[in-house]
């Protein structure tokens, strides 16, 4: 033991210049299909490289800060799912059980509040983009890999002015902090939207690091067309989080401007206007409606492909829509406001606008299944959870059309169809990829094996939870049931308790994820370099990777999917 | 913790649906064209659903891994495929998109001759105001409780114009598919043509603060004949034959909202409580000190603010003709009832 923290610490001394092992490992050397050099000791892992808490803490590794930001999603993703499972037991009842009206409204907030900005945002572009992005494209690092470790420390400022909100007080606005309300209720309203302010830098950080190095660091033969179709989803999220972030900061900005400075902006009172805080909010968070799910994209079609050893069904179309929908994502934000009152000309072209979205979302889908086709199909955890998603996501977009349909919208706006509908989208798309992503990726990040039958039963639990719980959600808001109730008309009764039942085989299903992912550090088998036989950059390289990713900069020379088992022969 | 107006639970209207399966009551001119709409887009919907579904599962039990030998398709793309499937659903969603906006342009255009309701909301409740009589007495009581009561006759188009006091509130008729903002600072509306008798429940459905869930009301739907007799009689707050002084004067309690900021016991909620409290000596804000009487408590319900006990702030609203002589007697003579 003494003699491997020696020799850690010799080696944390030898790479505390980057500059010298970069030249080191720039030299060309050929590698085995492990990613050791041939000859040559085999080096420590990211992991072990360095020891102690500092080496974390001041780490400039985009695998470790990856790392540090998964484990932080993932807490924040615990706690604001415990709330939810907390509001869905109130909720098994129509009147009061366990909690006051106020204190239903508080935990609802935080369940929002938490979960978008501190989980949703960041969990897949952060934590694992941030991990995977540059192995993918063959570099080092990311272009800034300092202001990649600042991203992670605003992040971390932000998560504890959000947490702060609960000693300060009251904060129970909806995530959405809608005015005039926000500007009538409790003083952790400021703390918490300049949290959300805060999260936005540490996104908009994100974004930027990504962009360049997307744009100057792909392996050499790594064109454009050759990207894995991950990288083009998180390219297209980085591009929404860069230009749209900036007007949420500004928005929540003049709403702490209106509350301490009594300067009229949104609240009648003092000749603002309450639906301009809409449109601003919106500008931002239908985009970012799109940063949440475009990842999840990503991670499903390396996912679909590899267990299914197929080529991906119309690369072009899917990496095309990514940053189309992109695009029109930021044409959109009125669809939230149909029954606000705007002109009835705007919901009319908001509404066309949305259908217009509805198309490069649906040519994803039939791709991904197209995609299936002629394959030879490995059901292992990660393929579980991508046709989970697949059930899911379909779902959830299908209907996004009924409540991009005008008519149909004014009756199923604010009710339990769009409480369902976005549940469908955010948990039954990008949670749901989120999971599939981590057993797809942990292998690779920590050079263990998961147990596969725990992990096969894990997604079934979510599957049947999340499938209960959300789909009774649809026909209690279109029998008229309103969102942010905590007590509500006997007739709802029997569809509530339903779908609490559905919340509490979710919880399980999700408690098991949890333990084995963590029983797989502690005890599962090594893992290969490969273990899915993948041709992407990211699988050759040792598992877990070198501090640097590789020995020798990889060249491409084809697709990304084009794996082996491919017949070229002619007969298929 | 403030007042529940109306417990949920107290509605009293007749359950809309208890099915997942059925649709709601379809009770105004606007719901059978939604409805329509509705069940063609869960029927496009639906076999679009299965379509992709359907192919994923065949895919998954054909193509399921047979041998470490096996061999998979080449195929990488399809123009014409890709091409159709783009076309077709976009073809759907037109239809769709014209469809809902035709229906929209309908809900966003009240004819001529509809019958105007003003409708104010507040936290946490609705008040309901008909031309030509006072406001805030248009209520229903039900099982104990009052809920504000929307009168509106069958086969007549009304339309509903709606401010806000204070924060956002959301109008919505699950029954008549209608809903609207009613956002501060700026009157909103909606109309509809109610087409079927009976009593539906109206919703808050913008957050807007603790009571949330509580700001409800009932809609009631009168045969147009007894439209004005149903008005008149909702917006009537008389002593009934045989009823006592002390009787009424809850109601009245009740039917101004009172029981929201005073208690009927001695204990402080917004403001102070009302048992016990004709003839017992407070202290002002002012320094000075009186006792409770009946000229303190009717100037106290019309102008609030005059004369405010120390410890509470002046936020009363002055019920200044909105309470009659009449009703002020028997608000007064309930009040000293209260021990």
Known sequence: MSDDSKKTDEKA????????????????????????????????????????????????????????????????????????????????????????????NKVFTLHGAIMVFLFIIPSVPAGIGNFVLPLMLGAKDVAFPKLNLLSFYVYCIAAVMLILTLVLGSLDTGWTFYTPYSKSTGTAVIMATMGAFVAGFSSILTGVNFVVTTHKMRAPGMTWNRMPLMIWALYATALIQIMATPVLAITLFLLVIERTLSVGIFD???????????????????????????????????????????????????????????????????????????????????????????????????????????????????????????????????????????????????????????????????????????????????????????????ALLVFIGFNTTFLTQFFLGHQGMPRRYYAYLPEYEVMHQVSTVGAWILACGLFLVLFTLIHAIKSGERATANPWAAVSLEWRTASPPIEHNFHATPQVTGSPYDFPEIDKSGKH | MIATFIPPEKLGTPSMSDSPWELLPTASNHAASLDWLYLALTIVCGISFVLVIGAMFYFMWKYKKRSDEDRTSPLTHNGRLEFAWSAIPAVFLMLFFIQGEIDFVKLSAPPADAIDISITAEKWKWTIEYPGRSAASTTEVLDGEIAPLLVVPKGQPVRLLMSSKDVIHSLYIPAFRVKKDVVPGRYAFVWFTAIEEGTFPLFCTEYCGDEHSSM????????????????????????????????????????????????????????????????????????????????????????????????????????????????????????????
């Not at chain 1, 993703?77 to 907390?86: C, K, P, S």
């Not at chain 1, 606000?340 to 490069?360: D, K, M, N, R, W």
């Not at chain 2, 002084?245 to 101004?256: D, P, Q, T």
Request: with cysteine; glycine share 10%; aromatic share 14%.
């Open chain 1, 13 to 104: 001394e030898d790479s505390a210049s980057t500059d010298v092992v970069a030249t080191k490992t720039e030299k060309p050397v050929t590698t085995d299909g492990d990613g050791h050099a041939e000859g040559v000791a085999p080096e420590k892992s990211y992991l072990t490289a360095s020891r102690g808490v500092m080496s974390w803490l001041v780490t400039v590794d985009h695998k470790r800060i990856g790392l540090m930001y998964l484990v932080a999603t993932m807490f924040f993703f615990l706690v604001a799912g415990l709330l939810a499972i907390a509001l869905r037991t109130e909720l098994f009842t129509g009147q009061q059980d366990f909690m006051s009206a106020a204190t239903y």
């Open chain 2, 216 to 339: 409800l009301a009932v809609v009631k739907v009168v045969p147009p004949e007894d439209y004005e007799a149903e008005v008149r009689a909702a917006t009537t707050l008389e002593q009934g034959a045989g009823e006592t002084i002390e009787a009424f004067g809850e109601k009245v309690y009740k039917a101004m909202a009172c029981n929201s900021c005073h208690n009927p016991d001695a204990s402080v909620k917004v403001g102070p409580g009302f048992g016990g409290l004709f003839g017992k000596t407070e202290s002002m804000t002012d320094g000075s000190s009186l006792t409770v009487d009946e000229n303190y408590l009717r100037e106290s319900i019309y102008q609030p603010n005059a004369k405010v006990v120390a410890g509470f702030t002046p936020q009363m609203p002055s019920f200044a003709g909105q309470i009659n002589d009449e009703q002020m007697n028997a608000l007064i003579a309930y009040i000293k009832s209260l021990k």
């Open chain 1, 268 to 458: 009648p009172a003092m000749g603002g206007d309450p639906a301009l805080y809409q449109h601003f909010f919106w500008f931002y968070s239908h985009p970012a409606v799109y940063i949440m799910i475009l990842p999840g994209f990503g991670i499903i079609s390396e996912l679909i492909t590899v267990h299914s050893r197929k080529h991906i069904f119309g690369y072009r179309a899917i990496a095309i829509s990514s940053v189309a929908i992109a695009v029109i994502s930021f044409f959109v934000w009125g669809h939230h406001l149909f029954v606000s009152g705007q002109s009835e000309l705007a919901g009319i072209v908001f509404s066309f606008l949305t259908f217009a979205v509805a198309v490069p979302t649906a040519i994803k889908v039939f791709s991904w299944v197209a995609t299936l086709y002629g394959g030879s199909i490995r059901y292992t955890t990660p393929m579980w959870y991508a046709i989970v998603f697949l059930w899911t996501f379909t779902i959830g977009g299908l209907t996004g059309v009924y409540l991009g349909t005008l008519s149909v919208n004014v009756h199923l706006h604010d009710t339990y169809f769009v409480v369902a509908h976005f549940h469908y989208v955010m948990v039954g798309g990008t949670v749901v990829a989120f999971l599939g992503g981590l057993y797809h990726w942990w292998p690779k990040m920590f050079g263990r094996m998961y147990n596969e039958t725990a992990g096969k039963i894990s």
